[in-house]
Each structure stands twice: as structure tokens, then as C-alpha cells.
T-cell receptor, first 112, second 112 residues
Framework: GQQLNQSPQSMFIQEGEDVSMNCTSSSIFNTWLWYKQDPGEGPVLLIALYKAGELTSNGRLTAQFGITRKDSFLNISASIPSDVGIYFCAGVDQTGANNLFFGTGTRLTIIP | DAGITQSPRYKITETGRQVTLMCHQTWSHSYMFWYRQDLGHGLRLIYYSAAADITDKGEVPDGYVVSRSKTENFPLTLESATRSQTSVYFC???????????FGPGTRLTVT
């Protein structure tokens, strides 16, 4: 199955710093999704993007659906300790529900 | 507001045994999905369902059976468990084929 290229694989930042991660694909997607997963839990949907060029915010999180429909990025502003976790991008291609492809994840660690 | 629940949360079984993992959602979402999450492979789709009595294969369906007699339930059965099926299994649901999917807490299955 297809996997999205997500970068960076891991990030070590200090509390209060801004975070940026991105996801690229060789295929066009109709929907881009960003999830956060905590240890022992299921992924939690953070932001859903449905239109090329769309910029959507959810509190301190902002995500954009790339114009080419082959990429997306997620920014977190003023990071706090509860932001620690693994962030996954996911894309749904033109064939629909059965083709939700996940990125390999970005592990975010906050250094005290 | 229960959302989406999975049971059991943890299961240990022996090779060759039949195991059923349960998934229940309270949102009346049309679409439901089963994924497995393994190190090095990320999340992979096993089966999905667009509505009651409609199911279809995902990326890795071999060795699994699903049914969906009611909209809110989507059980996953391993007919004869193998060690390669040791994994964390996530159920998810969504309103439509291109909308964000909401994940359950997962079932950690170990096949000995």
C-alpha cells in the first residue's frame, strides 16, 4: 500500500517553540487529515482539509491543503507539554473511503 | 457520549483459535473501518463497510472476516489466529467516504 512521506521523523523542541511538519505524496488526494496519537490510544483527528489551498486552524494548530493536492503541512504554535505525541498525516484519494493512506508519523518530544 | 468503543482492549490467544474483536459506534456513521498498526508498517486497512450489510476488502484482508448486520457494530473475526496477526487493531468510523475518520482506543492482540 501507499505511504505518505512525512517529515521530520522526530522533533525535539523546547516548550513555547513553534513546530512545523509536512507530508508529501506522489498521488493527488481529495482529503488531507492530521491525527495525533498518544501511547496506548487511538489516533485522534485534529484537522480535516477538503479543498486545495484550504487553510484551517484548530486552536494553536494550523494546517494547509497544498495547491498541487499532493502535500499538506501542520504547524503548532507555542508548544505545550501536552503536545507531545506522534502526529500522522493521512490522505484520501479519488477512489474514496477505502483508500486512506497514512504517513509514517512525526514524533514530537518537548525538552524540559 | 461514548463515541466509538472497542472490546476487549487486550487479548492473548493461541495459534489456531478463533478470535472476535468488537467495535461499536454511537454516531450512526455510515462508514466503519478496521486497521492494524504494526511497527514499520504504520496503519493498514483490513476491511471497511459503507453501510449495513455492505463490506469490502482493504489492503490486508487475508485471514480476517467482517460482518455488519447493524449500522453501529462492526466485528472483526480472525478465523484461525496466526502469530503474524499479533498487532494493535483499531476500529474507525466516518460520516462519508471522504470525511475524517474517528478512531477507537484499539485492541492489543497477542497470538502465542
Amino acid at each position: 500500500g501507499q505511504q505518505l512521506n512525512q517529515s521530520p521523523q522526530s522533533m525535539f523542541i523546547q516548550e513555547g517553540e513553534d513546530v512545523s511538519m509536512n507530508c508529501t505524496s506522489s498521488s493527488i488526494f481529495n482529503t488531507w487529515l492530521w491525527y495525533k496519537q498518544d501511547p496506548g490510544e487511538g489516533p485522534v483527528l485534529l484537522i480535516a482539509l477538503y479543498k486545495a489551498g484550504e487553510l484551517t486552524s484548530n486552536g494553536r494548530l494550523t494546517a494547509q491543503f497544498g495547491i498541487t493536492r499532493k502535500d499538506s503541512f501542520l504547524n503548532i504554535s507555542a508548544s505545550i507539554p501536552s503536545d507531545v505525541g506522534i502526529y500522522f498525516c493521512a490522505g484520501v484519494d479519488q477512489t474514496g473511503a477505502n483508500n486512506l493512506f497514512f504517513g509514517t508519523g512525526t514524533r514530537l518530544t518537548i525538552i524540559p | 457520549d461514548a463515541g466509538i468503543t472497542q472490546s476487549p482492549r487486550y487479548k492473548i490467544t493461541e495459534t489456531g483459535r478463533q478470535v472476535t474483536l468488537m467495535c461499536h459506534q454511537t454516531w450512526s456513521h455510515s462508514y466503519m473501518f478496521w486497521y492494524r498498526q504494526d511497527l514499520g508498517h504504520g496503519l493498514r486497512l483490513i476491511y471497511y463497510s459503507a453501510a449495513a450489510d455492505i463490506t469490502d476488502k482493504g489492503e490486508v484482508p487475508d485471514g480476517y472476516v467482517v460482518s455488519r448486520s447493524k449500522t453501529e457494530n462492526f466485528p472483526l473475526t480472525l478465523e484461525s489466529a496466526t502469530r503474524s496477526q499479533t498487532s494493535v487493531y483499531f476500529c474507525a468510523s466516518s460520516e462519508g467516504p471522504l470525511t475524517g475518520q474517528y478512531f477507537g482506543p484499539g485492541t492489543r492482540l497477542t497470538v502465542t
